[in-house]
């Protein structure tokens, strides 16, 4: 009677039941231990990190605009229930003009946090949602943050240096996330890695046409974000090719320093100015 295959419980690759380590990332009887624990995926699946990050978005897009003086009247189902220019400034919107002007490179980080209205920001997390998970299957939740984060800032960076005076939203960072896939596909090979490689291609397209038609969306962001998922995948690797490190878990946590010290220096500049 033939064994059946089952996903190594650590890193989700398909192993005979029988082996006694995962010859991908070397889990010690990953076949038994799956059956015993019916973990039918990664033992992380990066959650906790994923729910956390649209927790952050949340909190931070209902703090704009409380201290908003009033939300954007300009018709744009987008700007539905949006903060003011002011609040997303004090808070820390990014471009050229912060960036280059003001020497707010912190603002790189923080933008990824502010959305210009209720919609912009229901979709970017609903992208977010969807992709997270499956990203962090493939390079481990570490490696996931590090991406959403560092391409997110590659986008912004793209943004100023195209011009972009003034911008925000978390779309940057998940185009990262897109382009971690991309590159997953291709260097995973096989029939599963050509059918990520054609969903992510579709996804690709979409963001294009979806940028040249609708106004205002920053697609000097989008392109950046991708490019930088895309060489931060070849630099760090994902599951399948090495598993997770020190260095990785170094990354993540600069990561998320640098994301709390730049969320907190924005609430604590607008505090200031507000209030004091």
Known sequence: MAQRSLPCPHCGALIDARENSCPWC?????????????RGTR??????QINAIIAANVVYFLLSLLISGHGSLDGNPLNFLSPDQRSLMLLGATGSVPVFAYGRFWTLISASYLHGGLLHIFFNMM??????PWVSAEFGPNRMFAIYTLSGVVGYIASC????SVTIGASAAVCGLIGALFYFGKARGGSYGAAVSREVSGWLISLVLFGLVMPGINNWGHGGGVVGGVVLARLLGFRAQKRDTSGHRIIALACAVLTVFALSWGCLLAYTVLFL
């Open 127 to 132: 992208a977010l949602r969807q992709i997270g």
């Open 26 to 38: 070397g889990t010690r009887r990953p076949g038994i231990w799956a059956r015993l624990t019916g």
């Open 43 to 48: 033992g992380d699946n990066g959650d906790w």
């Open 161 to 164: 240096l195209a011009g972009v």
